[in-house]
């Protein structure tokens, strides 16, 4: 019969134990029964029932798991109500054991009841993949609190499951061909509800530095790939925080405060002057001070519905003006606006450089642009209550500062997308067509929004020139990009009812897919073209 010190440190016999038995005995029968009565459960009581078992093709295997799983079921609710300094003393024991598939549960148990778990338990957890997979997330946290790497490798993919979803709300209709809500109309609250968010908040839980680590993270993925959703996910982890009133959580991030005021006035579509105290304390602090937290700023007003919101506040300060006869520069209101618009459209270059410095208003912007922006909307006025005319010198002066001038062109690109909403196709005749190349790969956000109202146009598409300058002027400067591209199909699947037949097969041969379109895209334009071809008939 083998030794003893072949036994495992609990006196476990071990495979290699077994081994050595077959290996030394003369009868492997003998040798068997005699190792069932060492090592079987000594119960007289159970003696008899054994024959039974085997009677009922129940075997010993699937007997003594059975047992296992009930004295583990006895020993967890015993492990509950044992002090820190038992547990401790049982998790040395159970360690040990760790690697046994039977007998790693306990061990997981305890790690589980146990806070803290002694960072060298956590550490040989971290070098064991399996064991690790199988812990529960109370003890994940704090592995992933000493192993960064790890935490990693568990957040990328849902932090790319979320950059998916809210590719999907911006692509929506383009596969299924129909019509979607735009994009701003999501609430607030709504978004922080998604699935994704809550499974983040949850592996976080309570702790504090794996929420500046997923802040880190976030921050560094928005830097390698200058996705605004990211400055979203940002905002919304943090609110989301404070919607439940994790303290623990939205207390000690600097931002809150900033935050909690910027997401008021995004629910409510509007920037109350009541705010606008709090937040320009907030702005002069960080850019007086030189802090690190411009960047975090910085990223939460880069935020499209944030952008949105400031961008929409500044026209209702124009029309203010407009109705007091207020000039910009004189205007203290509309400097705060544009500070703020300023600062979340520089969020990627501060991040990239690392800065503290607030980036600067162009001069021209208060002095030459804003002032161009505030005829066309006079114009706009005069127009829809008198029927004057409109003047395309003016737009084609305004749109010319676009390129030199990031600001001009985030409040011009919204200006489009009133006019669209209003629908004022005699102006947009005018503007869509001097847009210029350099607004390439134009933002999603606005791209899926414009189709959006453009969806709602039936009477309108009636008109040639109007239709020429979307379609011929503006939509195919951008086709080679497949984002825009996506929502041009869109556009056309809906409208090509109200389009002359002859315009519907121009457009088509201006938009039709490039090499480097994927097969979806191709798919998608071959089922509009059938469906054209079938209506000419």
Not at 44 to 70: A, Q
């Amino acid at each position: 019969m083998a030794s003893s010190s072949k036994r495992s440190k609990v006196a476990i016999p071990d495979a290699s134990f077994i081994r050595e038995m077959f290996s030394t005995c003369d009868n492997p029968i003998k040798a068997i029964n005699q190792f069932q009565i060492e090592n079987g459960l000594q119960m007289s009581s159970l003696e008899p029932v054994l024959p039974l078992l085997d009677l009922h093709n129940i075997s010993r295997v699937k007997f003594h798991y059975s047992v296992i799983k009930l004295l583990q079921d006895k020993l967890n609710k015993k492990l509950k109500d044992m002090s820190k300094e038992s547990l401790e003393k049982m998790l040395k024991q159970a360690f040990s054991q760790i690697s046994h598939k039977e007998l790693c549960p306990v061990a997981l148990e305890i790690m589980k009841l146990l806070h803290p778990v002694p960072a060298h338990y956590l550490k040989k957890v971290a070098a064991l993949p399996e064991v690790y997979k199988q812990c529960s997330i109370e003890v994940k946290r704090q592995v992933w609190e000493n192993h960064q790497g790890i935490f990693g490798d568990e957040v990328r993919p849902i932090l790319n499951k979320y950059i998916w979803e809210k590719d999907i709300e911006l692509h929506k209709g383009s596969e299924s061909i129909s019509s979607a809500a735009p994009f701003f109309a999501i609430a607030p609250r709504k978004r922080r509800e998604s699935p994704v968010i809550q499974q983040l908040k949850d592996m976080i839980g309570l702790s504090f530095p794996l929420y500046q680590m997923m802040m880190m993270f976030i921050k560094t993925l928005y830097q390698r790939n200058k996705t605004s959703h990211f400055c979203t996910l940002r905002s919304d982890m943090l609110m989301s925080f404070h919607d439940d009133k994790v303290q623990e959580i939205y207390k000690q991030d600097p931002c809150h405060d900033f935050a909690f005021y910027i997401q008021y006035a995004v629910n409510e579509k509007r920037i109350q002057e009541k705010i606008q105290p709090k937040l320009k304390e907030f702005y002069h602090k960080i850019t007086t001070e030189k802090t690190e937290y411009l960047s975090d700023t910085a990223i939460i007003l880069a935020d499209p519905y944030v952008i949105n919101v400031f961008c929409m506040e500044v026209f209702n300060c124009l029309h203010s003006m407009i109705e007091k006869e207020n000039l910009p520069r004189n205007e203290e209101r509309l400097n705060f606006l544009l500070k703020f618009i300023n600062l979340g459209i520089n969020a990627w270059s501060i991040v990239s450089e690392d800065s503290t410095d607030e980036p600067k208003l162009h001069k021209k912007t208060i002095k030459d642009n804003i002032p161009l922006l505030m005829i066309c909307l006079i114009e706009d006025i005069m127009f829809h209550e008198m029927g004057s005319k409109l003047h395309i010198s003016v737009v084609s002066n305004l749109v010319s500062c676009t390129s030199k001038d990031n600001l001009t062109k985030t409040i011009v690109m919204h200006y489009v997308l009133i006019l669209t909403q209003n629908r004022n196709t005699e102006r947009l005749k005018m503007i869509l067509p001097l847009i210029p190349d350099s607004v390439s790969t134009l933002e999603e956000v606005f791209i899926h929004v414009f189709v959006s109202y453009l969806l709602q146009y039936q009477t309108e598409w009636k008109q040639t020139e109007f239709c020429k300058a979307v379609f011929n002027s503006f939509f195919n400067k951008y086709c080679d990009d497949e984002v825009v591209l996506r929502h041009v199909l869109r556009l056309m699947w809906t409208v090509n009812s109200f389009l002359d037949p002859d315009h519907v097969t121009e457009i088509l041969e201006g938009v039709a897919p490039r090499p480097n379109h994927s097969n979806q895209v191709r798919e998608l334009f071959m089922q509009l073209s059938e469906r054209n071809a079938m209506n000419d008939t």
